[in-house]
């Protein structure tokens, strides 16, 4: 566990560093949570379980914000926009909200059904296939066959 983590834990939960060192240092042994409160009073400074608890979950946190971090630096490296100081930023952050608000404006959009058919220039058709009631759509759908679009059924299922 990164010192600035186990730092941010004691001062959130009013315990020395010693304490949560240790803590995290039993569990990872395999101690359990009981075994760390009833028998290694003297490692942890008289703890609770409730304590110790809060403890492991918190290191828990900050692991997986970590796993996250390098999700989101190489996500943004490879599209190539990742500078020095957003690097910073990122690695800095301590709080999992602060790095998904950083990570937004670079983060992929996602592809609904609707962005699909607009990409492949169906929105007219969708568009009049919803207005009017009375229309011939295969002869409507065939002015839209071209480039991605193969035929009328591929059209028609675009537009829907």
């Known amino acids: 566990m990164e010192m600035k983590y186990a ?71 490879e599209i190539g926009k990742l500078t020095p100081e957003l690097e910073k930023r990122i690695t800095d952050t301590i709080s999992a909200t602060e790095l998904e608000d950083i990570y937004l404006p670079y983060k992929p959009k996602r592809k609904t059904k609707a962005t699909v058919a607009i990409e492949k220039g169906l929105e007219p058709l969708a568009k009049k296939l919803f207005d009017e009631e009375e229309i011939d759509v295969d002869s409507e759908a065939a002015g839209f066959v071209k480039g991605e679009v193969k035929d009328n059924a591929d059209a028609l299922q675009g537009a829907r």
């Open 7 to 77: 730092s941010q834990i004691a001062s959130e939960l009013n315990l020395s560093l010693k304490q949560v060192n240790s803590v995290h240092d039993l569990h990872t042994e395999g101690s359990t949570i009981p075994f760390i409160a009833r028998y290694r009073k003297e490692a942890t400074g008289n703890l609770d379980e409730v304590v110790i608890g809060n403890v492991i979950e918190q290191v828990k946190y900050y692991n997986e914000l970590e796993k996250r971090k390098e999700t989101v630096l190489k996500t943004i490296k």
